[in-house]
């Protein structure tokens, strides 16, 4: 989720920040091909990328990466990080000694966390080719997590950070999407959610500038609007950035759609999925959750299979 949707609170996809083994220039490729009918959740995320990790540095930064490390290193197991995108949480886990899995829909998103991979690689002296680095670099896949491209029970745990579920706009994908991590995971596998609560409360307004500095070789401005529709619990970021290069000035301009669930609600759905929820907290330190918590983590256990 994009990270000034954090701003007004402790300040993301698309099925992509949402791909099997990918050790050359592009990961592997198991996505349908898009369609043009309706929205879907992952449309922006590919005009989103040059810019992510820009926001993210200025906003978010790292301060969940340390929890999921936490989370993930307690595993036993393989594990799938849901909507990796630029590597931010998969490259920083990997280097810590899990076995990690990301996959993320948006192809240029992938193709920045494998530049990222491999720059590192270099630096450490292995080589961008090698199919494994002793567990210091994560494994990237492209593909939809609504219809995960791995063999049933291969993840001792999936983790969906940073309100990667909220890009599931419609009932019926965040349905498909249980159900498949269901799938993949192991009996007593653990699945990690983290949820950003505030987005339905954000106030409209159009054409704000919330951001601005040097980045990407340039100087950045990002020009926001944003519109609520409660009925359907969706909140939409229209999201324009300036680029200036000198007197030349480019502008990117796309949306980012997410849809919030109460915590109730999401238990619910798990449950239906098949998981019990163990525990909800309310920050990265491990405060328990309540109705004024920044964010919201649910860490619930597979059932059944």
């Known amino acids: 989720m994009s990270a000034t949707r954090l701003r007004s609170s402790t300040r993301n996809a698309s099925y992509g920040e949402a791909r099997h083994s990918a050790e050359g220039a592009t990961a592997a490729s198991h996505q349908p091909p898009a369609t043009r009918r309706a929205r879907e959740g992952w449309h922006g995320w590919d005009a989103y990328a040059p810019f992510y990790d820009w926001e993210n540095a200025q906003t978010l930064g790292r301060r969940d990466v340390p929890f999921w490390r936490r989370v993930a290193m307690q595993a036993g197991g393989p594990v799938l990080e849901l909507g990796c995108g630029t590597g931010r949480v998969s490259r920083p886990l990997a280097e810590a000694g899990v076995d990690l899995v990301g996959i993320d829909r948006s192809a240029p998103m992938l193709a920045r966390a494998l530049a990222r991979r491999n720059t590192a690689g270099a630096k450490a002296g292995r080589a961008p080719t090698s199919p494994r680095f002793g567990g210091t670099r ?16 291969a993840f001792a745990m999936v983790l969906a950070p940073y309100g990667i579920l909220q890009s599931l706009i419609r009932p019926r994908d965040l349905t498909a999407t249980l159900a498949s991590i269901a799938r993949v995971l192991r009996r007593g596998g653990t699945l990690g959610i983290d949820l950003v609560p505030d987005v339905p409360q954000w106030r409209e307004y159009t054409n704000r500038e919330q951001l601005s500095g040097p980045g990407n070789g340039a100087h950045l401005t990002l020009i926001e609007s944003v519109r609520q529709d409660p009925a359907r619990r ?54 328990p959750w309540d109705d004024r918590a920044d964010v919201w983590i649910i860490l619930a256990r597979r059932l059944r299979g």
Request: net charge positive; hydrophobic share 30%.
């Open 234 to 287: 969706l909140t939409t970021f229209t999201q324009r950035y300036v680029e200036r290069r000198g007197r030349r000035t480019r502008e990117h301009c796309f949306d980012l759609t997410f849809r919030t669930l109460t915590v109730p609600q999401m238990t619910h759905q798990l449950e239906r999925a098949g998981f019990a929820v163990q525990t909800v907290l309310g920050d990265y330190q491990g405060r």
């Open 138 to 153: 994560p494994r990237l896949v492209r593909g939809d997590i609504r219809a995960l491209p791995f063999h049933p029970r």
